[in-house]
């Protein structure tokens, strides 16, 4: 148990990835170390052993590895606090985790970091159908706010695909989206009030039952922040009445450009779809084989466009939706005749990422967005760099918003073929830049797309992200090596830059 | 997922298997959510996905693994609830049944975890040596306490206490037999007598004899037939289990040779999906590899064979509401969902869906026995959700379940069959009278 394992001191697998070096200090003092935060977290809340930190050396996106220094289970907030002031007045890093879903290695670990999970934080605090809000800790799935609302007819409207394992904590880190973020938004969207232990140990709450928090929208600010500025140990989320009527359509198109003009139709008629979802030829297949949705199999491209509200405009849509189909080329229309009919069209949908495993080995999904028009000439694009590269690629679309979801199948025991992967993943993201759109829609940039983000933002905006981060967390102890691709001290960013033996603005007053 | 094995340990069909079910798994997570030792303790390593990782490490590794993955694989139900989740179809109970055969044959195991795992593999399959288990933990009860202050015995404690304060008698319908269906017959069957359960609870195969003649079925009680083999192979002591299964492949060989059957059905639901899975078990066997196919195919739940064959109109109005708790065997080892419901609603019963009923009670075999903790927890949560229906009678497929749950409600708890024969004309259920 006690010696440093020798893992921990590289990165498992990839070589092009660099994580910030490691701490010589303290992967010396690792005994004392453990033997501290054992007294702060007891029982089996202390993973040190090898065998055991390997099961935490990867989130979702397998790609990469790093084994931890060692992994942190705490029950109580208290133990939150007390771990994050230890590593705050050790220097030590910290890795939050929620579930371990994330695609983009939010949760990838450090060598000399502590992984921080949360799946203890699983219970359900409080309803509150009056205030039409529920309070949860993090480690509450996605779904199971959902389930808990649900008798009364209520839920939670973001529902990312992995919403049956995801968990609230990571989807506020992340700012998840999902199917139906079209018309009801995403995290940012629904969430009221966050409790958050800062790097210090202090526990803060921001924002409440209420929308509209004084001061800063800190909430905003924490939505999607990967785990950089804070750990969340209490979330409050919009719970929103289920629509009156619900009614989900399948339709196929013999090519992904007939659907992709489709969906722009659709949205170009002033129709806003609860949801709205497209899947190329492979995606369609292994889904409908995991889920038996009753998806054609001898289209191009499917199109799940869902309608929700009061009956009469359901059925008004849907038949407004069918006509434009028509004009679009779809070659056939389904529409669901009962719940468990839109359930199981729906099924297929979110299973569709890891239902590729029964097609290849390992896969690697993409997450970015791109102005809806841009479309056909994005898929024409991924097909040319798929011949390329010599890998296949699924299509699964949040055609609705702009947010592509390619996956490249790849078989990581073949030497070679995860770099490629790689590769065309990022030709992918600047593919999606280059049409006017965006590295990321909802998984997070993590270590994914974090050499990336040079390709979007300039050096001044990405100075002026981080020193939001330092505002929270000077020392970059926070999930450091995740978001940006460096990461400056803070007293770097403070300084003044000096050009030519001028302070700039000499004319400006300075204290 | 990528793995890391030899193309010498490739060679090996089970290696080979392992490596095509780990090569399978995307890491997703999806899992995690629905595992019942996950939802209770939070942490990685007591989930589907923490436990396929230390497999894969342990396969690679070869040789002994450490205490912490044998700790963390104990801990897993074979529930298979994860089975039912993975949408990459990851077959994660051959892959733990591989593991358990593995630990046992190269880990040492503290003396009384060895002496207690034996026993219970040597008793439980046997009918006669449990009736005489039973009597001795009858009589061991009151010293239960005893038996727990020795460390040796500690575990001992924990059969004893199981033990039933009274023993049912045998059954008129102890095979081997032939029971002749009533009026034109439509079938021929044979009933898995098994083990554990006949001599707990006997009424079990009387109702189901019971219903299958009422319906023109034949049963018959196959010569040399008895433990599915499921107990020991849970076990990891995948020799005794072998031994087991193919007493029963020949047994049936045999019928099916001679009169033939139309199916061979279970009401144990534990043992059902062991059966269905004796096909793969000797898949590479030239002797029985085809026979265990056949087995195999034969092979279905009680609830599966009558919704098939068609229920008769209940003879009475029982007007009662019945919480259905689905066994984990049967909803995630054998995907069987709608016919034990559909059977009840249509003998009459108010079914009612008990809340997260893909959760394990608990019961899972020996798990209540090596796990008390883990299984305590479980049972309880269970019965909160139960209590919260206030229904009049709990029923179930699977023996298991019902000795688990009684331990903790008032409830009464039946096996499906028994309400089915009472309403079609059996006897009411002595745990309704």
């Known amino acids: 148990m006690n010696s440093a394992p020798e893992q921990a001191v590289s990165l498992d697998q990839h070589s092009a990835l660099e994580m910030p070096e490691l701490d010589v200090d303290i992967l010396g003092r690792r005994n004392e170390i453990i033997r501290d935060l054992r007294a702060l977290v007891p029982g089996e809340g202390v993973i040190s052993e090898t065998s055991e930190m390997r099961v935490y050396e990867s989130d979702g996106l397998t790609a990469y590895r790093q084994l931890p220094f060692v992994v942190v289970l705490p029950e109580t907030v208290e133990q939150v606090s007390a771990v994050l002031r230890y590593c705050h007045k050790t220097g030590l890093k910290v890795v939050p985790r929620g579930a371990g879903t994330s695609l983009s290695g939010g949760a990838l670990p450090l060598g000399d970091g502590v992984l921080l999970g949360l799946a203890k934080f699983n219970r359900i605090l409080d309803i509150d159908y009056a205030n039409r809000t529920a309070t949860v800790q993090p480690g509450v799935t996605n779904l199971a706010i959902t389930k808990a609302v649900e008798g009364r007819g209520f839920y939670y409207a973001p529902d990312p695909s992995s919403q049956i394992a995801c968990t609230i904590g990571g989807n506020v880190a992340e700012n998840s989206g999902g199917v139906h973020c079209l018309k009801y938004g995403l995290t940012t969207n629904n969430i009221l009030g966050l409790q958050l232990v800062l790097i210090t140990g202090e526990i803060i709450n921001i924002g409440g039952k209420h929308l509209d928090s004084d001061g800063y929208d800190l909430l905003g600010l924490l939505t999607g922040s990967e785990g950089l500025l804070g750990v969340i140990t209490e979330v409050t989320v919009r719970i929103l009445r289920e629509p009156e009527t619900a009614r989900a359509m399948i339709i196929g198109f013999p090519s992904s450009e007939d659907a992709g003009a489709c969906v722009g139709s659709i949205i170009g008629a002033g129709i806003i779809a609860g949801g709205m979802e497209m899947m190329d030829r492979p995606a369609i297949h292994a889904a409908d084989e995991f889920a038996q949705a009753g998806y054609p199999l001898d289209v191009e491209a499917l199109l799940i466009v869902e309608l929700d509200g009061p009956e009469a405009e359901v059925t008004d849509l849907i038949g407004r939706v069918e006509e434009i189909a028509d004009a679009n080329n779809a070659s056939n229309v389904q529409v669901s005749q009962n719940e468990p009919e839109r359930q199981k069209f729906w099924a297929g949908r979110k299973a569709a990422f890891p239902a590729i495993g029964r097609i290849s080995p390992d896969y690697y999904c993409m997450d970015g967005t791109i102005p809806r028009h841009q479309l056909p000439k994005v898929l024409a694009r991924m097909r040319e760099l798929s011949e390329k590269y010599g890998l296949g690629v699924a299509n699964v679309f949040h055609a609705g918003d702009g947010n592509l979801h390619p996956l490249i199948m790849y078989d990581s025991n073949v030497p070679g073929e995860l770099e490629a992967a790689e590769d065309f993943g990022a030709d992918i993201l600047r593919l999606c830049v280059e049409v006017g759109g965006v590295l990321t829609g909802e998984h997070g940039v993590g270590v994914e797309k974090r050499d990336l983000m040079p390709e979007m933002f300039s050096e001044t905006d990405l100075d002026h992200q981080q020193r939001v981060k330092c505002a929270f967390d000077a020392d970059g102890l926070l999930n450091p090596g995740k978001v940006f691709p460096t990461l400056h001290r803070c007293a770097e960013l403070g300084r003044i830059h000096i050009h030519g033996g001028k302070i700039p603005f000499p004319d400006i007053p300075r204290f | ?433």
């Not at chain 2, 017959?185 to 019971?210: F, M, N």
């Not at chain 2, 037939?225 to 020799?239: A, Q, V």
């Not at chain 2, 062991?274 to 092979?299: C, H, Q, W």
């Not at chain 2, 029982?318 to 984990?328: E, F, K, N, R």
Request: charged share 20%; proline share 6%.
């Open chain 2, 1 to 433: 997922m990528q793995t890391r094995f030899s193309i010498h340990q490739l060679a090996d069909p089970d290696i080979s298997v392992a490596n095509d079910i780990l090569r399978k798994c995307v890491h997703c997570g999806f899992c995690t959510a629905t595992c019942p030792t996950y939802v209770l303790l939070g942490d990685e390593l007591d989930s589907p996905r923490g436990r396929i990782y230390l497999i894969k490490n342990m396969l690679e590794d070869g040789g002994a693994p450490s205490p912490d993955t044998v700790k963390h694989v104990d801990r897993c139900l074979s529930c298979l609830s994860c089975m039912s989740t993975c949408p990459a179809s990851v077959n994660y109970m051959h892959l733990v049944d591989y593991a358990r055969d593995h630990i046992e044959e190269t880990y040492r195991r503290p003396l009384s975890d060895r002496l207690f795992r034996a026993i219970l593999a040597k008793l439980l399959p046997n009918p006669r040596l449990f009736r005489l288990g039973m009597i001795a933990g009858f009589v061991a009860k009151p010293f239960a306490s005893l038996l727990e202050a020795i460390p040796v015995t500690r575990r001992l404690a924990a059969l004893a206490r199981l033990a039933p304060s009274r023993l049912p008698g045998r059954s008129a319908n102890e095979g081997p037999g032939t029971f002749p269906a009533m009026g034109v017959r439509r079938k021929r069957v044979a009933l898995l007598s098994g083990c554990a359960q006949r001599v707990l609870a006997p009424e079990l195969h009387d109702a189901t004899i019971r219903i299958l003649q009422r319906h023109g079925v034949e049963v018959v009680l196959a010569k040399g037939e008895g433990c599915c083999g499921g107990l020991p192979h849970h076990l990891g002591k995948t020799g005794d289990s072998f031994a087991l299964a193919k007493r029963n492949i020949d047994a049936w060989s045999h019928e099916i040779d001679d009169q033939g059957l139309d199916a061979i059905l279970v009401n144990a639901s534990g043992c059902g999906t062991t059966l269905k899975d004796y096909g793969f078990m000797f898949r590479e066997d030239p002797v029985y590899s085809v026979k265990a196919a056949r087995i195999s195919e034969l092979a279905a739940d009680i609830t599966e064979f009558l919704n098939q064959l068609g229920l008769d109109d209940p003879t009475i109005d029982p007007d009662l509401d019945v919480a259905y708790h689905s066994a984990c065997s049967l909803q995630h080892g054998q995907q069987v969902h709608e016919p034990p419901r559909d059977l009840l609603s249509k003998a009459g019963f108010r079914v009612h869906e008990i809340p997260e009923g893909h959760l394990c009670c608990g019961s899972a075999g020996t798990y209540n026995m090596l796990q008390p903790r883990l299984s305590k927890a479980l049972r309880n949560r269970k019965i909160g959700h139960i209590e919260g229906l206030d229904p009049d009678v709990v029923a179930t497929g699977n023996l298991g379940c019902i000795t688990q749950l009684a331990t903790g409600t008032k409830i009464p708890l039946v096996h499906t069959i028994e309400l089915l024969d009472w309403a079609t004309g059996g006897p009411k259920p002595a745990k309704l009278s």
